[in-house]
């Protein structure tokens, strides 16, 4: 089925220092999201994104964070700078129009 | 605003027997209903979606949910449930509109006994 790919994994990075996740979405898809999942709790909505805007954010959606696709290439989101407390699963999720949506398998972030 | 309720953070039952997972929502119009799964360490796997129309619906891994808008709740539904349903399942809303974010609840840990 249509996959959604996140790069990297795994991602450990010093507090202070900026980190890009990389989301590969369903060709075609024209949403995209990401979403944040600290250990063991909820999804929880940080910004979707559609036609090279922001549509909308949450309040997690710190001033520090910021997302772009591009040339329809990644859809990034980038944290600068990163924080101790943005350490979670950052999972990537695009959608096509009347679709279910399509989750990647996620990047642990780790600031130390 | 909307809000999704998933008030059992653990079910245990035994393999053989029927499963029946609660998912409440709050939204002031016809929501969009969604059950997801997640295995440890993977991402969401659909299940199932309640658009409109019929109200039980089926869908895969042999789960169905029930949408019932008298009291607000999307019960996700098996029987006979298999070891191999041990996962946490999420419900989730999507509020309509064309920015389409899901809801989720704070999810159900499955364990299922052999």
């Known amino acids: 089925g249509p996959k959604v790919l996140q790069i990297p994994s795994h991602q450990i990075i010093d507090m202070g220092q900026m980190v890009t996740l990389n989301c590969d979405p369903v060709?075609?898809?024209?949403?995209f999201y990401w979403y944040k999942q600290i250990l063991g709790q909820q999804m929880e909505f940080l910004v979707n994104?559609?036609?090279?805007?922001?549509?909308?954010k949450s309040k997690l959606f710190k001033d520090q964070f910021s997302v772009e696709r591009p040339d329809g290439s990644y859809f990034t989101l980038k944290i600068q700078p990163t924080a101790l407390e943005d350490s979670a699963v950052y999972f990537c999720?695009?959608?096509?129009?009347?679709?279910?949506?399509?989750f990647g398998k996620g990047t642990r972030l780790t600031v130390v | 605003a909307q809000s999704v309720d998933q008030p059992d953070a653990h079910v245990t039952l035994s393999e053989g027997a029927s499963l029946e997972l609660r998912c409440s929502y709050s939204?002031?119009?016809?929501?969009?209903l969604f059950w997801y799964v997640q295995y440890p360490g993977q991402s969401l796997q659909f299940l199932l979606k309640?658009?409109?129309?019929?109200?039980v619906v089926k869908g895969t891994k042999g789960f169905e949910a029930e949408f019932r808008k008298s009291n607000s709740s999307f019960n996700l539904k098996k029987s006979p449930a298999h070891w191999s349903d041990s996962a946490k399942y999420f419900c989730?809303?999507?509020?309509?509109?064309?920015?389409?974010?899901?809801?989720f609840g704070k999810g159900t840990k499955l364990s299922v006994k052999s």
């Open positions: 060709s075609n898809h024209l949403y």
């Open positions: 309640y658009i409109t129309g019929d109200t």
């Open positions: 994104f559609y036609n090279g805007k922001v549509m909308e």
């Open positions: 999720a695009s959608r096509g129009t009347i679709t279910e949506v399509f």
């Open positions: 989730a809303l999507e509020g309509g509109g064309s920015n389409a974010k899901l809801t």
């Open positions: 939204y002031s119009a016809a929501p969009y």
